[in-house]
């Protein structure tokens, strides 16, 4: 589902200037620091098994503030969410690449000793099938768009030439299947890789594994039609027009979850999300084929889970849609490597099993530093709070002032949660900190304040955490960055 998203000139014009905000005058919202200094300021908690007592929480956290010369409100009126824990740790994790043993673990369960067969994406008799449409378009026979939609009729010869030329290398149907190397290969895009695909119980199944220092490390299998390397061919349930019935309870799917991730040996991680879903076939109507659930799995540090962050949105039509999580992989000049993102893992599941298996980013085991972790009065991070949320959006003032359109940003909190988060040092990309935080969740929503420009901005609004506090000694920590 694509955002709805209406924007004219004047809209464009706002994205633009923001860019140049962020870059050229943005105050320090973050704090860098190493490891080692954010460990400094980990001290144990006072008292046995009532670390939190000392808070003095409030019932609600509520308050209205408004700032950046009238342009941004804050609204709060909001529960405040503990773990069900007594004591917060902190610790210490580092970066794992997939070893030879995880693969191997993962083929045992997944493809069950089957052989790992040569990904082959095409052969001489399907690019023949090809060669035929092409030649049938030049001559008129049948539409361009029947072959190609992102080419011209012009280029149509040179398209047949290549094809022409890629038939002689490719392997044929009869010669098929080859067997695949079942341990890490070198890659040019990445350090090391390995794929393949299995018969498995009458289905195909695709194995898909690679570690990259500079980006992510990613392990990914999939029942053929379910999905690819790129994503399941799900979609949440409230996403579609029609409701569906599900084919399967969700204590059933959370049973399939429960027993991969024992069949794997992963004993540190619960279910921290559950999700109906449908499967589609990528087609004009995007036919569903199936239903069954999504499961999120995260890591739990002595009976604390490290949470996800889901931002959702909401459409003027009243549907929503789930937006990608941010996972720590941003960087401030917008660069692409440099980056590790958070560990997750997702499962998809039907009532025939398991279709879908994402594992992003394992870490080591962790190393507890404070099994009871003193955090900051809560009134002292509320104050940090009424500051800090104006200056880490201050960008949109600049943009007003700079584009000549008002713009008013509301923010609605209606949930504080005590959270433990992964950060890391700005120049690390293979060591860790567990920190709890506090995150402060709200409804985002942006109009205009001359009605002449209501159509410029986006009629709908988001469900995200709107500001991320490190609970120990208050910094401001950047959930898209990871630090």
């Known amino acids: 589902m694509k955002r709805k998203i209406c924007l004219l000139l004047a809209a464009a014009l706002l994205v633009s200037l923001l860019a140049g905000c962020r870059q050229a005058a943005e105050p320090e919202t973050v704090t860098e620091k190493d490891q080692d200094s954010i460990l400094s300021a980990v001290q144990p908690g006072s008292g046995d098994a009532s670390s939190l007592d000392h808070l003095e929480l409030p019932e609600k956290f509520t308050g209205d503030w408004t700032g950046l010369e009238d342009c941004f409100h804050v609204h709060a009126d909001a529960s405040i969410t503990l773990p069900g824990v007594s004591q917060i740790p902190t610790a210490t994790v580092t970066r794992k690449p997939f070893s030879q043993e995880d693969a191997d673990k993962l083929m045992e369960v997944f493809l069950k000793g089957n052989t790992l067969y040569q990904e082959v994406n095409a052969t001489k008799q399907s690019a023949m099938e090809d060669l035929e449409k092409m030649k049938a378009a030049l001559r008129g026979e049948i539409p361009l768009s029947d072959v190609t939609v992102d080419h011209t009729m012009e280029e149509l010869p040179g398209m047949i030439e290549r094809r022409e030329e890629e038939i002689k290398t490719l392997p044929d149907e009869s010669e098929l299947p080859f067997p695949a190397p079942t341990t890490f290969q070198p890659e040019t895009w990445c350090d090391e890789i390995m794929k393949g695909y299995a018969d498995v119980d009458g289905k195909k199944m695709h194995i898909f594994l690679y570690n990259d220092a500079d980006w992510t490390d990613e392990a990914i299998i999939w029942q053929e039609e379910y999905g690819d390397t790129n994503s399941c061919h799900a979609r949440y349930l409230e996403e579609m027009a029609e409701k569906r019935e599900l084919s399967m309870s969700q204590e059933e799917a959370l049973k399939m979850g429960d027993a991969l991730l024992e069949s794997l040996g992963i004993d540190y991680a619960v279910c921290g999300s559950s999700k109906p879903v449908v499967y589609i076939q990528y087609d004009e109507k995007n036919t569903v084929f199936d239903t069954g659930y999504e499961l999120e799995y995260v890591r739990v540090v002595n009976g604390f889970p490290i949470t996800q962050n889901r931002p959702l949105q909401h ?27 958070y560990e997750l893992l997702t499962v998809y599941v039907t009532k025939d099993g398991v279709v879908y298996f994402d594992w992003r980013n394992p870490y080591t085991e962790l190393v507890i530093q404070e099994e009871n972790t003193q955090l900051m009065d809560f009134s002292d991070i509320s104050d940090i709070f ?98």
């Open 386 to 483: 009424a500051k800090m949320i104006f200056v880490k959006n201050h960008y949109w003032l600049e943009a007003n002032q700079k584009g000549g359109i008002d713009y008013i940003h509301d923010v609605d909190v209606d949930n504080v949660r005590l959270n433990l988060m992964r950060i890391r040092d700005k120049n690390s990309l293979s060591e860790g900190t567990i920190v709890p935080v506090w995150d402060f969740w709200g409804v985002c929503s942006m109009r205009a304040a001359d009605d002449a420009y209501r159509d410029t901005v986006f009629d709908g609004s988001y469900y995200e955490i709107v500001l991320t506090i490190n609970a120990i000694d208050g910094t401001v920590i950047d959930r898209e960055l990871g630090y």
């Open 315 to 341: 459409n003027a039509d009243g549907s929503t849609f789930l937006l990608p999580a941010a996972q720590g992989t941003s960087t401030p000049d917008g660069a692409s490597d440099g980056i590790w993102g």
